[in-house]
Structure formats: structure tokens, C-alpha cells
């Protein structure tokens, strides 16, 4: 049996264990991007982001750019999760 040859027990196991834990893992994300807390943390984090890029060198019409971005990505995966929990 090499790596890629599964039992059909193992790949049930597998299954069992990612329905279980998968469901309490995207609660526990959705809470943090949701939460008074979390909002700080993300603003904090992008905050940091456009920060840094100016410290770089970067000047800041490309800097608030790239900073738009990162806010629409984590926009995105806010939705994302958000969807999932409805």
C-alpha cells in the first residue's frame, strides 16, 4: 500500500472527524471577524499593513491601494464566512 491508497474506513474516519470539527472551526472565525474585538484586531491589522508599505517606500496612492485590497480580501472572507453560518 503506498501513500495515495486509502481505506474506505480510513477516508470514513477522515470524513467523521473533518464534519466535526470543521463546523465548530468556522463559528469560532465567524465570532472573531464579527465580534467589537475582532473588528479592532482587523483595524489594528490594516492599520499595520499601510504602515508598513509607507515604511517600505511605497508611496501612499499605491500604498492605499494595495491597503484597499487587503481590506476587500478580508471583506471577502468575512462574507465567506458569514454565508456559511446563515
Given amino acids: 500500500m503506498n501513500n495515495n491508497d486509502w481505506s ?9 472527524m473533518v464534519s466535526t470539527k470543521l463546523p465548530i472551526l ?5 465570532q472573531v471577524l464579527y ?3 475582532g473588528a479592532a484586531t ?11 508599505l509607507l515604511e517600505a517606500g511605497m508611496d501612499a496612492e499605491n ?3 494595495l491597503t484597499s485590497e487587503y481590506m476587500a480580501t ?6 465567506q464566512f458569514g454565508d456559511s453560518q446563515g
Fill in 8 to 16: 474506505t474506513k480510513e477516508i470514513g474516519e477522515m470524513l467523521d
Fill in 26 to 30: 468556522i463559528k469560532e472565525i465567524y
Fill in 35 to 37: 465580534s467589537e474585538e
Fill in 42 to 52: 482587523m483595524s489594528r491589522a490594516v492599520g499595520t499593513f499601510y504602515k508598513n
Fill in 63 to 65: 500604498a492605499m491601494r
Fill in 74 to 79: 478580508l471583506k471577502s472572507l468575512t462574507r
